[in-house]
């Protein structure tokens, strides 16, 4: 018998991410200066003392899977830390941990959209941002907007969307 793979994984190309994280590396080893903004990574080690938080959790059984959202403690310490920083007051569950930014918006768009829902994406994007929702979500881009014009934004994005989410929106 053979196996054969869902049209979403047929359809996936290689990650433009990872080609400009490659071609970044490529470039740097050859002596070019190179600031590669691709992966999103910092460009310096992750500091002594995070390692050793990291090292001490593990040692004390922190060892084992955790909740989706996040454990309650984290949890608690992101609701605590906006209401202080920001003055916005979230309790614990309305916060949801996640491994980084494409996985965050893949997690929003599965649980908001529906396939064929549009979303207005400005342009320039992260290479990533459409694929973020696999098939439920149908790109618009915008293109030259100058970002002080609310207005400018505000018709160009009414214009870049079809009828259909037009009149959903109204």
Excluded at 20 to 47: C, I, N, Q, R, W
Excluded at 111 to 128: K, M, Q, T
Excluded at 152 to 168: H, I, Y
């Amino acid at each position: 018998m053979t196996m054969t793979l869902s049209r979403v994984i047929q359809a996936l190309e290689p990650s433009a991410t990872m080609a400009m994280a490659a071609k970044a590396k490529e470039l740097k080893a050859s002596g070019k200066v190179v600031y590669d903004l691709s992966l999103g990574e910092p460009d310096f080690h992750t500091p002594k003392h995070i390692c050793d938080a990291a090292a001490e959790a593990m040692r004390s059984g922190h060892t084992h899977y955790t909740p989706a959202s996040g454990i309650p403690e984290l949890k608690k310490a992101v609701a605590e830390q906006y209401g202080a920083a920001y003055g916005l007051h979230y309790d614990p569950a309305q916060v949801v941990v996640a491994n980084g930014a494409k996985h965050a918006l893949h997690n929003v768009f599965t649980a908001l959209l529906d396939p064929g829902d549009e979303v207005v994406i400005p342009a320039p994007y992260w290479v990533s941002s459409p694929s973020c929702s696999g098939e439920y979500m149908v790109p618009v881009g915008l293109l030259g907007l100058h970002k002080s014009s609310i207005l400018v934004r505000s018709v160009s994005a009414s214009r870049s969307c079809s009828t259909v989410s037009r009149k959903s929106s109204s």
